[in-house]
């Protein structure tokens, strides 16, 4: 049997090996993130030989704004922007209105985007893209630079509120 080179960590092109995926009629597949951040099993001799160095999004057609509404943390800021300004987002009163605002480069969701996807795709790469959610450091403070970070279900449960030790 063939030696596997590990290639955990690697970067090929746009992609970042996550870890290693399941093989496919005896070939090594590797499931990697993309700077685009969608993530894709790919077959670990075409990232070696330079065949595979994006998940294909340089080839897809994108809409007229950003084109990047597919993306995961496009979702995540549609519900930071929510929680914070919509009356109608059904947790608007534990957000907005209590005050909680978003620093207002971040209301382009393109600012928002250079500011934090180097901190989301690490955490991902660590914690997995599923266990990677925005957290504000301070529960009472604002979603600001200084104030948030990606972090795992369990830790922002811990960061609640209704959570604190007196």
Known sequence: MRKVNNLKGGQFGKLTVIERAENRKGRSYWRCICECETVKEVRGSALTSGNTKTCGCSKRKHNKTHGMSHLRLYKTWTHMMGRCYS??????ANYGGRGVTVYEPWKDFIMFYRDVVHMYNEHALQHGEKETTLDRIDSNGNYE??????????????????????
């Open 87 to 92: 009356e109608n987002y059904h947790n608007f």
């Open 145 to 166: 630079p200084s104030n948030v970070r990606f972090a795992t279900y369990e830790v922002q449960a811990n960061n609640r509120r209704n959570n604190k030790s007196a």
